[in-house]
Nanobody
Framework: QVQLVESGGGLVQAGGSLRLSCAVS????????MGWFRQAPGKEREFVAT????????DYDDSVKGRFTIFRDNAKRTVYLQMNSLKPPDTAVYYC?????????????????WGQGTQVTVSS
């Protein structure tokens, strides 16, 4: 099994920044890629960003390109999401996820492990 623990959420004003962290433990060798998803009240959980552990390949949803950056620290087995220029529509619960599929993926169903989520609230 793999355990994912997110941290770093909070309340921030529009235009501000937050950095989310996701610590990965357990059978980490089975996880090829890590992703961040978010879910706003009344909406589906949606893809935000993904990265693979080895080569640093990344992908982003168009709504966050140029504002968010996903990166990882292999030694710490931690994945981060740096969020800049935050907007009120970014308000959601953010989830860290791990995929064993063997490729970077934006598809929610391709992720096998999920964290408990961390709330991000952006005020106008």
């Amino acid at each position: 099994q793999v355990q994912l623990v997110e941290s770093g959420g909070g309340l921030v004003q529009a235009g501000g920044s937050l950095r989310l962290s996701c610590a990965v433990s357990g059978r980490t060798a089975t996880v090829y890629a890590m992703g961040w998803f978010r879910q706003a009240p009344g909406k589906e959980r949606e893809f935000v960003a993904t990265i693979n552990w080895s080569g640093g390949v990344t992908d982003y949803d168009d709504s966050v390109k140029g504002r968010f950056t996903i990166f990882r620290d292999n030694a710490k087995r931690t994945v981060y999401l740096q969020m800049n220029s935050l907007k009120p529509p970014d308000t959601a619960v953010y989830y860290c996820a791990g995929s064993t599929q063997g490729y970077v993926t934006v598809i929610r169903a391709n992720y096998d492990y999920w964290g408990q989520g961390t709330q991000v609230t952006v005020s106008s």
